[in-house]
């Protein structure tokens, strides 16, 4: 064998050997640094204090804050560090079945109308969160104001639809 055919040899191999790495890079799931719930609450609190908020944690362990006179709250999910959610709870009591059908009715257009907020009933209260999933869980500082600008923006929609 020449030289030559063993380099093109060691080629194919080598080029074998890459076109399975991308494969299994494309298919297995990536090791991600989870976080421990300890280490998301001690994240988010730090954010928020540096942000000027007063942060704390609740008994279910989530991060409490308020914003523009509005307690909401950083939904720690222990065993899932990539989802990250913000939630404003309790903000339209529903007193009966009619104005259930018109809650309801609200929040589906509000729902069709705002980016990345849910409205949605849990009870006889209306909530609205912000979710997303970020690869890297301190990657929640570059969206975390975007989210909560989308939940005002749901809420005074919502609000603005029930008093029509």
């Known amino acids: ?4 055919g063993g380099a093109m040899n060691l080629f194919i191999s080598s080029s074998r050997v890459l076109a399975a790495l ?8 990536l090791e991600v640094d989870a976080k421990s719930g300890e280490e998301l609450r001690a994240m988010y609190t730090r954010f928020l204090k540096k942000e000027g ?7 279910d ?17 222990d065993k899932d560090s990539e989802f990250f959610m913000i939630a404003l709870p309790n903000i ?5 079945s009619v104005e259930r059908r018109k809650v309801l009715a609200a929040a589906d257009e509000t729902n069709q ?12 209260n209306v909530w609205v969160t912000a979710e997303s999933f970020v690869a890297i869980p301190e990657d929640f500082e570059d969206v975390f104001k975007r989210m909560l ?5 749901a809420v005074d929609l919502f609000a603005d639809k029930m008093r029509e």
């Not at 064998?1 to 030559?4: G, I, L, T």
């Not at 109308?113 to 006889?124: L, N, Q, S, V």
């Open 149 to 153: 600008s989308s939940i005002v923006t």
């Open 61 to 77: 362990g989530d991060v409490v804050f308020k914003h523009e006179g509005k307690t909401y709250f950083i939904d720690v999910h």
């Open 113 to 124: 109308e705002t980016k990345m907020a849910k409205i949605y009933t849990k009870g006889d």
């Open 53 to 59: 908020y007063q942060p704390e944690v609740d008994g």
């Open 22 to 29: 991308i494969f299994m890079q494309a298919v297995l799931p």
């Open 1 to 4: 064998m020449d030289k030559r």
């Open 92 to 96: 339209w009591p529903i007193e009966s």
